[in-house]
Structures are given as C-alpha cells and as structure tokens.
C-alpha cells in the first residue's frame, strides 16, 4: 500500500538537529564525554511547594477525569500573578490555559488567520512562530532582527502593502535565541505601529524571570493600549521549570482570547488537573526562588560567556533567555561547519545559527544548562583543542 501524506509537511524539516542527535550518540558510544548546550531544558529542580500541589491532587482519582476547561482558581491565580507580578489587571475573561506555549503559538495562526493574511515574524526566529502561522495558511514575511539595531525589528522598513495586508506580528523579548532585550520606548513604537495598520501583537514572554545585570523583566501588558492590540504568551516552564508538565497561558485581548478558547475546544479536553493544581502552587507561591535562579543563571552566562573571551573569542554577554549567542570564530565558513567540528574535537554541542533562519547564519547559540563548574571545564577543554586558533 502507497501512502501519501500531507503535502504541508514538506515545509518541515528535522535538518540539523538529528545530525547533532546522530553525532552525539557516536561520541558517547565511543566513550566521549559531551558537554550539551544545545537544547534549553531547565536542569534546576521544581520547588516542593509546587511538587506537593501536583502529588496530593494525583492521589485524589477524581481528579483524573476530564477536565474540559481552565479551572477557576487556575484562571484566578493567574489574574492575581499579573497583578502582583506586573501590575496589571485582567480580568477572567481574557486569560486562557495552553499545554505548553509551543502548542499555543503552533494553533495560533489556524484561530486568527485566511489564507492571504500575512503574519510578521522574525528572522532569526524560533521555529514554532513560522509554523503556527504556516498552519494557518498565511502568507509569511520576515522581518530581519541585526545586530548593529540590538536585534530589534526596524518596524519603519516594512513595506506598506505588507503591514496593511498583516493579521498579526509575533515579537518576544527577552529573545531566544539572540539573547536581546527591549527597551520600553520599544512597546510603545510597536503598539503605535499596530494600531495604524489594524495588526494583532502576540507578544511571546517566556523569559522575563531570566533577565541580567538588575535589568526589570516585565511584560508586553503593562504599556498603554496593549490589550486593545494583543496577547502575550506566559510559559511556567523557564520561570518555574516545569517544562514537561506543559502550561502556559494567553493573557490579553478578549476577542482573540475567545478565538483562541473556541479553537481549543475543538480539540483540548483540558488540562490534567493535577497540573492545573501545580501551576496554581506556582502562581501563588513565593517568588524567591525564581528570582535566585536567576542569578545563578547568569553566574553561567559569566562563566561562559566571559570563559569564551579570555581564550580569544569575542563572546557578548548575554542580556537575558538561558542563552547565550555568539558569531562563529574567524576561519569557519558556516554555522553547521563549525558546530559540527566543535563536537568532534572537545564533545561540546551548540546550535548553528542557520536553523533560527537565515539571519541565524554566522552564529551559534549555548543553552546554560549546566553547573559553572562543569562551564569552566569545558572551556579548558575547547581551549586545549586549538579550535579558536583555525
């Protein structure tokens, strides 16, 4: 039997990442060891409180049931962390839950677009942003995000007819994978910038928790006019490393959020309630532990970043994301080249920058997933390997 699938799956490709996955495995076959900084898995524990929430309403067999929707206190907590968090006010009605922002972003288009609208994405970006809008059969532009502009958008050189033509521009700051903040001036400019053109904002803001140098990490909601024009995506994965139990939130706009609510209801039965239970327990709960990990994040990023420069390569610090972001050292032709012979000679494992877009090519990315101890090893370890010196 012949089977044919979708021909909207030629548009994805594993490329690069299952090289890095095949040549992993060979090292560690062969008895290497690998320092793996290329996927961003938080590696701190989940605080007990939250653990605690998630194991006593496991032990309650109602509580396996469907769920079907956002449970009160979940939509409750939430409303109150924007409260005490951001100072801002929502209200019930313009928050709802997604298993994973991944998820949300990646049904975004399909609840907001026609085929012909035109969704504004960035270039380097990462890679759900183009596919939520691709499976929305939008039309995609990409803005270019540089260096010499602090890898912000130049909002002034979209062309008119495709800002007229735009449903809606995805932004997300701090930036992975550029490692980029924005100043506020900047939300105001982009508001301004919605507002003329009739477009959505959806403003992703996984890593406000993990921002340096006593910079305030806030959110796209607190700007005047912001809910008139858009939504922001807030993820418990980074803050509070609750990575696979999947849950984030859309906070926001009452019309989109009801777009995005008759969307999941289609296809959601909700979310396990035991996770719900958790995420309450985190929303509530101190904040003092995400804000230490925070600094303990960035004694990574001074390990790495500030290790990389004292063997000879220019490595910026990072401004905030558990990344860091660095141009590729003299002597190497493209990303992929130099990761590649980067695992082969010392066993650390980064992210071309090619698989962000093209605007990635010429980069690499590091995820601060590991102690600083073990950061400081493997920079005496690349630096032994001769590789900076090509």
Same mark, same amino acid.
Request: charged residues 25%.
């Given at each position: ?20 996955? %095949?040549?992993?495995? &060979? ?9 793996? =900084?290329?996927?961003?898995? !938080? ?7 939250? &653990? +605690? ?13 469907? @769920? ?7 939509? #409750?907590?939430?409303?109150? /962390? /924007? ?13 709802? #839950?997604? !298993? ?26 990462? $890679? ?14 990409? /803005? ?14 979209? !062309? ?12 997300? /700051? $701090?930036?992975? $994978? ?16 919605? %507002? ?22 806030? *959110? ?17 994965? +980074? *803050? ?32 396990? %309630? ?18 230490? &990990?925070?600094?303990?994040?960035? #004694? ?25 972001? #660095? ?5 190497? *032709? ?10 082969? +000679? ?27 101890? @073990? ?12 590789? =900076?010196?090509?």
């Amino acid at each position: 039997m012949k089977i044919e699938t979708a021909s909207r799956l030629n548009h994805f490709k594993t490329g690069i990442f299952a090289a890095l996955n %095949e040549k992993k495995e &060979q090292l560690l076959a062969s008895g290497r060891k690998v320092y793996n =900084l290329s996927v961003g898995t !938080p590696d701190f524990p989940v605080a007990e409180h939250v &653990q +605690k929430a998630l194991i006593d309403a496991a032990r309650d067999p109602d509580k396996f049931h469907y @769920t079907l929707r956002d449970i009160p206190e979940l939509t #409750a907590a939430v409303k109150d /962390y /924007y409260e005490r968090r951001f100072g801002v006010t929502v209200s019930e009605d313009e928050i709802v #839950a997604m !298993p994973g922002s991944q998820e949300g972003v990646a049904h975004l288009g399909m609840a907001l677009c026609n085929p012909g609208d035109v969704v504004l994405l960035p270039n380097p970006g990462y $890679p759900v942003f183009e596919v939520g809008a691709y499976l929305g059969e939008a039309e995609l532009y990409f /803005y270019d995000l540089k260096e010499e502009n602090d890898f912000l958008p130049r909002l002034d050189e979209i !062309p008119e007819d495709i800002a007229r033509r735009a449903k809606y521009i995805m932004v997300s /700051y $701090p930036y992975n $994978p550029v490692c980029a903040i924005a100043p506020p001036e900047f939300y105001d400019e982009l508001i301004a910038f919605a %507002e003329k053109y009739n477009i959505i904002v959806v403003h992703d803001n996984a890593y406000s928790d993990i921002i340096y140098d006593g910079v305030y990490g806030g *959110s796209f909601l607190e700007h005047e006019h912001a809910k008139e024009v858009g939504i922001e995506a807030f993820s418990l994965s +980074k *803050s509070f490393n609750l990575t696979g139990a999947r849950v984030s939130f859309f906070v926001g706009n009452k019309q989109i959020i009801d777009a995005i609510k008759l969307l999941r209801s289609q296809y959601d039965f909700g979310i396990f %309630e035991p996770i719900q239970r958790a995420a309450i327990a985190a929303l509530t709960g101190p904040l003092d532990g995400v804000r230490e &990990q925070c600094k303990n994040y960035q #004694a990574r990023r001074d390990a790495l970043c500030g290790g990389l420069r004292s063997i000879g390569w220019n490595v910026p610090d990072s401004k905030g994301t558990m990344f860091a972001w #660095a141009h590729i050292p003299e002597g190497f *032709s493209s990303s992929q080249e130099f990761c590649m012979e980067l695992m082969d +000679k010392t066993g650390v494992i980064c992210t071309p920058g090619d698989a962000f877009g093209s605007g990635g090519e010429g980069y690499v990315r590091f995820a601060l997933v590991l102690p600083v101890e @073990t950061i400081e090893e493997l920079i005496g370890v690349i630096n032994q390997s001769g590789i =900076l010196r090509k």
